[in-house]
């Protein structure tokens, strides 16, 4: 099994069918460029699904604190370019460029083909108070807004935004570290 520690959490994968962008050496050569990565990546053998997952710690309310439009609109801008560099990198892998190809060495064979609508889930975790639960729905909603088509372009409905409680409820792999 694979143990990733991000942003207060651990989430225990099989190591087989996981891996992390961040230590792709393809991916390692872009990231200067500007493209960013999503914190994990796995095949779910018993859903028959590609799932990425972003770790947010609880630091990210500190900048609701200060500035709560600022802070809405950059968790807004920073999910959808991740989301939407993600997309690029699997698409650039799944159609065959030389960077794409060159992307497949360092993944899961299971992760080197399109498997068709709805087997991909993009999904991100808050870790969110209680008394900061209510903040998550406009965030998703904006997200899921100013990313509707181009998830839609890969057989995805929307992207998923979680709270741990609410990760815990779908079986997602993730528990508190520390």
């Known amino acids: 099994m694979r143990e990733i520690i991000e942003s207060g959490f651990k989430v225990i994968v099989p190591n087989e069918t996981s891996f992390r962008l961040c230590e792709n050496p393809v991916y390692r050569s872009l990231s200067g460029l500007g493209l960013k990565e999503m914190d994990i990546g796995w095949w779910d053998n018993a859903k028959s699904k590609l799932l990425f997952f972003e770790l947010k710690g609880i630091d990210i309310w500190r900048q609701f604190d200060r500035k709560k439009d ?3 609109a950059y968790l807004v801008k920073s999910l959808k370019g991740k989301v939407t560099d993600v997309l690029l990198m699997m698409a650039a892998l799944w159609v065959g460029t030389d960077t794409g190809k060159a992307f497949k060495e360092s993944l899961p064979d299971h992760v080197q083909k399109y498997h068709g609508d709805g087997s991909l889930k993009l999904i ?3 870790d969110t108070p209680i008394s900061r639960k209510s903040l998550l729905a406009p ?3 904006a997200i899921n807004k100013e990313l509707a088509g181009r998830v839609r372009l890969f057989g995805v409905r929307h992207v998923t935004l979680v709270d741990f409680d609410t990760a815990n409820r779908m079986g997602l792999p993730v528990t ?3």
Do not use: P
Request: net charge neutral.
């Open 70 to 72: 600022i802070a809405h």
């Open 176 to 178: 508190r570290e520390g």
């Open 139 to 141: 965030v998703k909603d």
């Open 124 to 126: 991100f975790l808050i």
